[in-house]
């Protein structure tokens, strides 16, 4: 971009909480990210995560059966932790810059979702569930890699709705409470209501872009035609200060960096559990010095 292009970008974004940038990636560029994901369907490898989006259950890839591959909606997870095709839609010279803008400082891949299908998703917004360190240090990344159908179950958002003041939950804190999501979905719509906000589809094209704010109220629409593929991916990052102040290892990639990591642990096994206690007494740790 330009220096008037970023201008604008910018004022959209401040705005309406979103970037649509048409045609970012080419072709080449998109085929070479579905043929590492076909391949790695054929391959089965044993330690990339699913989420079955039909069953609502955590599993090894190499554990769907060939009956589920057939006919259910999967989400994967992390394949920037092992497909560098994937890494360099996440970071290149061309969307860096202009994350590193938004953030205000280095952009850090913390996570990555491979999707076939549109997800139905309620609206929800990103923050309560990746809550940053810092406010506003998290930003999402969405990658078309097919012309998208309104049959497909498109992606909805309610653009300006990234400015609702965020909500604050029973323990002072805007990290979700499960028991409390009802409270929070009640009180956005009586946010979106009194702000005059409207919702908007984005009918993508293969390689078109969609940047939006951490805070932005967003969702998946019903899939009409069961079937039609809405082939994806999203990235969520965090911002350099952030990262490092969590202790995360940062591998670095057009002056941007990536978070190496495990894969998502299933839930009951061993390291879910062992990630689990370690969480607990990072938590505690937290609110001794918050006190201290």
Known sequence: MDGQQTSDAIAEWNTRGVLVLPKFYADVEVDKVLADYRALWNDGRARVTVDD???????????????????????????YLEQASVRRLALNDRLVPLLQRLLG???????????????????????????????????????????CSPESGLLRYWPGSHRI????????????????????????????????????LFQARKGDVFVWNAQLLHGGSAIAERGRTRRSVVFHYFSESDCRAMGHRLVRESDGFWIRRSHQPIPGSVNA????????????????????
Not at 59 to 78: E, G, I, P, T, Y
Request: hydrophobic share 40%.
């Open 53 to 79: 989006m039909d069953l609502a259950r955590r599993m090894r890839l190499r554990d769907v059966s060939a009956d589920a591959r057939a006919s259910h909606r999967f989400k994967v997870n992390d394949l």
């Open 105 to 147: 400082e280095r952009p850090a891949v913390c996570n990555s979702l491979s999707l076939e299908y549109g997800t139905e998703q309620e609206d929800h917004v990103d923050s309560l569930f990746m809550t940053p360190r810092t406010p506003a240090h998290l930003v999402a990344v969405w990658v078309a890699l097919e012309d």
């Open 165 to 200: 003041e965020p909500y604050v939950f029973s323990n002072g804190q805007r990290h979700f409470i499960p028991e409390e999501l009802g409270a929070w979905q009640g009180w956005m719509r009586t946010q979106v209501q009194r702000h005059g906000l409207q919702s908007e």
């Open 273 to 292: 559990r062992m990630r689990n206690r370690a969480g607990k007494i990072a938590r505690r740790m937290r609110d001794l010095f918050a006190r201290s």
